[in-house]
T-cell receptor, first 114, second 116 residues
Framework: ETGVTQTPRHLVMGMTNKKSLKCEQHLGHNAMYWYKQSAKKPLELMFV???????ENNSVPSRFSPECPNSSHLFLHLHTLQPEDSALYLC?????????????FGPGTRLTVT | DQQVKQNSPSLSVQEGRISILNCDYTNSMFDYFLWYKKYPAEGPTFLIS?????DKNEDGRFTVFLNKSAKHLSLHIVPSQPGDSAVYFCAASIAYSGAGSYQLTFGKGTKLSVIP
């Protein structure tokens, strides 16, 4: 596997379910990100991790819980979601500690909350 | 309040002609700008970037122009090819001193269709 991978690619869940999204990067980066892309809206940054430490939480509801066990893996744990949480969830990574603004994205997980 | 705006949701261009995608921003602290391209069922991929100390950056068929006084940037694709059909996102960032990550603020995107 190369680049940034995300699983699952599609997920349908009820409002009472608990599920997790997984992201893995094979680029040797130390910063990882979760974004949400809703229909007709810009990509919204949710969380940022630098060297496994969470450095940003952009006012995301607690029903979204990130986890970064190491620099290569990032999870987004989901519980008691709302239908308005249906969106494309994108993971990205970048080299940390350098003047490199470029982020590399995974293909995304299309989430539908019923 | 959207800090990065792409006011054209879609654009159609004939193959071989120039495509011009526009982006406006409101935050004068932004000092680095990027364009990403996204195909359906794929994540955004980096295309080209420009630092605020420049007004033009060129990479093959792609050129990005930055007008700081107008807070406006544009992406030119010449000549346009059918494979360029995708959604193009403009993104901006603020310099971050110290070791860490750079937050990107994205526009809503412009869907480019290149007609053969």
């Amino acid at each position: 596997e190369t680049g940034v991978t995300q699983t699952p690619r599609h997920l349908v869940m009820g409002m009472t379910n608990k599920k997790s999204l997984k992201c893995e990067q094979h680029l040797g980066h130390n910063a990882m990100y979760w974004y949400k892309q809703s229909a007709k809206k810009p990509l919204e940054l949710m969380f940022v991790y630098n060297f496994k430490e969470q450095t940003e939480n952009n006012s995301v509801p607690s029903r979204f819980s990130p986890e970064c066990p190491n620099s290569s893996h990032l999870f987004l744990h989901l519980h008691t979601l709302q239908p308005e949480d249906s969106a494309l969830y994108l993971c990205a990574s970048s080299p940390a500690g350098t003047a490199n603004y470029e982020q590399y994205f995974g293909p995304g997980t299309r989430l539908t909350v019923t | 309040d959207q800090q990065v705006k792409q006011n054209s949701p879609s654009l159609s261009v004939q193959e071989g002609r120039i495509s011009i995608l526009n982006c406006d921003y409101t935050n004068s602290m932004f000092d680095y700008f990027l364009w990403y391209k996204k195909y359906p069922a794929e994540g955004p991929t980096f295309l080209i970037s420009i630092s605020s100390i420049k007004d033009k950056n060129e990479d093959g068929r792609f050129t990005v122009f930055l007008n700081k006084s107008a807070k406006h940037l544009s992406l030119h694709i010449v000549p346009s090819q059918p494979g360029d059909s995708a959604v193009y996102f403009c993104a901006a960032s603020i310099a971050y001193s110290g070791a860490g990550s750079y937050q990107l603020t994205f526009g809503k995107g412009t869907k480019l269709s290149v007609i053969p």
